[in-house]
């Protein structure tokens, strides 16, 4: 292979590379869940559920693709093995486990935001450690992506009613007394 001058140093790129390869395995587990739950989903929420899945773990597929090609870019080989991405993830399996549809979005919801605390390390060592501002900005649009996914997630779970003006307002649920 040519070498690389693209103004980052062999140990550079090698360290921006293992940020990418994390990036990459636990975008790959949390494609594998999203698929997973969009599969195994039941009730009231079904119709909702499966087609918000279906869109999400489209976007994750662009998203393994871009990773890939962004370790490529930098002269390292992706990840691409169900070992190599379960070896490198932060995020874990949960095989045999069907949980409820609420339980399926709550635990997309705690992935999403650990994919982001992770990001937000990774755009930060990108930039500060690898000086790769290029892999900094590439992660700053992954970690917006998940943010609005974990958004939507979240919103599906809350129970509090929203004003038309933006605010919050707690649903009453018990009669006043002497009414």
Do not use: C
């Not at 395995?25 to 918000?52: C, I, M, N, S």
């Not at 690898?130 to 998940?146: I, K, P, R, S, V």
């Amino acid at each position: 292979m040519r070498k690389l001058n693209i103004g980052l140093t062999e140990e550079q790129r090698q360290g921006v590379i293992e940020l990418l390869n994390k990036d990459l395995a636990d975008a790959y587990v949390l494609l594998v869940k999203t698929k997973k739950f969009h599969w195994d989903v039941t009730g009231p929420q079904f119709r909702t559920l499966h087609e918000l899945w279906e869109e999400q773990y489209e976007t994750l597929t662009e998203t393994i693709d871009a990773l890939a090609e962004r370790v490529r870019t930098l002269g390292g080989y992706p990840v691409g093995t169900l070992k190599g991405f379960l070896d490198h993830a932060t995020l874990k399996e949960e095989a045999g486990n069907v949980p409820t549809a609420t339980e399926m979005v709550a635990r997309l919801v705690d992935d999403h935001e650990q994919v982001i605390r992770n990001l937000r390390e990774h755009i930060d060592r990108s930039s500060d450690d690898f000086h790769d501002e290029g892999t900094a900005d590439f992660l700053t649009g992954l970690m917006e992506g998940h943010e609005e996914i974990a958004w939507m997630l979240r919103s599906f779970i809350e129970g509090q009613s929203v004003q038309s003006d933006g605010s919050n307002r707690l649903e009453q649920t018990k009669t006043p007394v002497g009414v």
